[in-house]
C-alpha cells in the first residue's frame, strides 16, 4: 500500500511545472548592432547577443542601450501557460497547480527572444543663434 501511495505521488508531481521547466526562463536578446547592454529592472545585465534568465511569474521591462545609440525599453509579459491549468484535471493536480502558481513555474514568459535594431542619437538641440541687439 505504501508502495502504491509512493508511486501515485511521485506520477503526480513529475507533471508539476516546478520541476519539468522551473520558475525561471531563458530570453535571448539580440541587437543591432550587436554589443548592447540589457539590463532587467533588478540591475542583472548582460551584453547582446546573450541570454538573460527571469523569473517566470512577473512581468519584466529590459532596458537596452549602446553609446551612440538611443536607448530602448522592452516589455516581456508574463501569462498563465494553458498546460498548468491542464494539471487540475490530473490525480493530485489540485496540488500541483498551487505549487505552480506560488512557485511562477505555472507562467510563460513572451517573447522569448527580443530582436531591436537600435536607431543612431540624434542632436536635436537647436543651434545656438546670435543674440539680438
Known amino acids: ?4 501511495f509512493l508511486l501515485l505521488v511521485l506520477f503526480t508531481l513529475t507533471a508539476c511545472g516546478t520541476l519539468v521547466h522551473g520558475t525561471k526562463q ?5 541587437s543591432s ?12 545585465s548582460c551584453m547582446t547577443p546573450c541570454t538573460i534568465r527571469l523569473k517566470r ?3 519584466e ?3 537596452i542601450e549602446r553609446e551612440g545609440y538611443e536607448p530602448m525599453v522592452f516589455a516581456v509579459h508574463s501569462t498563465l501557460t494553458k498546460a498548468s491549468a491542464g494539471e487540475v484535471l ?11 502558481l506560488a512557485s511562477g513555474a505555472a507562467f510563460r514568459l513572451s517573447p522569448e527572444r527580443v530582436d531591436v535594431n537600435l536607431q543612431p542619437e540624434t542632436d536635436d538641440k537647436e543651434p545656438q543663434g546670435t543674440p539680438s541687439q
Open 1 to 4: 500500500m505504501r508502495l502504491l
Open 26 to 30: 531563458d530570453v535571448a536578446c539580440i
Open 33 to 44: 548592432p550587436a554589443g548592447a547592454k540589457v539590463t532587467t529592472s533588478d540591475g542583472t
Open 57 to 59: 511569474a512577473k512581468d
Open 61 to 63: 521591462f529590459l532596458t
Open 90 to 100: 490530473l490525480p493530485g493536480g489540485l496540488v500541483c497547480w498551487g505549487i505552480d
